[in-house]
């Protein structure tokens, strides 16, 4: 116990001051973006029964003041974590959102009783488990003092290549997969969310940097790759969210949650890998 209690201290130490303000905040996030699921799960239900449901390609949730309620939850925690971003690295992050799991999982079992069985407790678990492993052991990334650097990163030929194959990959799954196995196969909606996913986190992450070094007094707003990045994570998150209505429309937030959650922090640091070079 005294070891155990040693390397959480050790590890705390280790980590900057920057990176524990990331936790803080990806760990607030968590907690707003896992009840969201479920407030947004029964709006999309109240929605379905008086008009065409998300799951069909209806738009009626949006009418829907209980969606509404979700929608500005989620915002609120993605905010919490777009700031995280800005200060820890994405592989310290990203893996926090397994609180959001265990979240939406205790509430879609006591609210919209969907039943949370042994190996969903199991799964659940381990994802704590990992999560916690990788945050001890989160390494620092590079230095980065201007958005004109993150381009760069941004722009070399091992993250454009992951860049195209996921932007393929997601088309290949909306034009031939989603039409005919969406509402089926659970995999379908999340591989399109988690794809898109994985490279919203790295234009928010290079946003993020961009606000925090002009609110430090370097202002970053006038380049133009500043720009197209504020573009990409809106093109991303519209698309996240269209297709992450369908799947909590469709299948079980105890279901879709924990895959969503896995499907998109391997993405995610597989893209922090290539982009920033982590070691892991």
């Known amino acids: 116990m005294a070891s155990l209690s040693g390397s959480w201290r050790d590890a705390y130490k280790g980590m900057s001051s920057d990176n524990i303000k990331g936790l803080v905040l990806a760990l607030s996030s ?21 008009g065409l449901r998300a799951g069909s390609g209806g738009y009626s949730y949006l009418l829907e003041p209980l969606w509404w309620v ?9 905010i919490a974590n777009f700031a995280a971003y800005a200060f820890a690295p994405a592989i310290l992050v990203t893996p926090l959102g397994a609180l959001s799991i265990i979240i939406s999982a205790a509430l879609a079992h006591v609210i919209l009783h969907e039943k949370l069985h042994t190996f969903g407790l199991l799964g659940c678990v381990l994802c704590v488990v990992g ?10 990334e590079q230095e980065i003092d201007s958005v004109l650097q993150v381009w760069n990163l941004a722009t070399e030929p091992a993250f454009l290549l992951y860049a195209a194959a996921v932007v393929g990959a997601a088309i290949i799954l909306i034009v031939q ?3 005919q196995y969406g509402q089926s196969h659970v995999m379908v909606y999340i591989g399109v969310c988690s794809l898109v996913g994985s490279l919203s986190v790295m234009s928010v992450k290079a946003l993020g940097i961009a606000l925090k070094l002009t609110f430090s007094g370097m202002n970053q707003l006038i380049y133009p790759q500043t720009w197209v990045f504020t573009l990409i994570v809106l093109t991303c998150v519209i698309t996240q969210m269209n297709y992450l209505n ?12 924990p895959i ?19 070691k892991v």
């Open 30 to 50: 968590s907690l707003f973006i896992g009840a969201s699921f479920i407030v947004k799960k029964k709006g999309l239900k109240r929605a379905g029964a008086s």
């Open 70 to 78: 979700g929608m500005i939850t989620m915002i609120v925690g993605e």
């Open 131 to 140: 999560s916690i492993t990788i945050v001890l052991h989160a390494p620092q």
């Open 177 to 179: 997969f989603v039409p």
């Open 246 to 257: 369908k799947a909590l429309d469709t299948f079980n937030t105890a279901v879709v949650s």
């Open 260 to 278: 969503y959650y896995v499907m998109f922090t391997s993405l995610t640091i597989l893209a922090s890998v290539i982009m920033f070079k982590v």
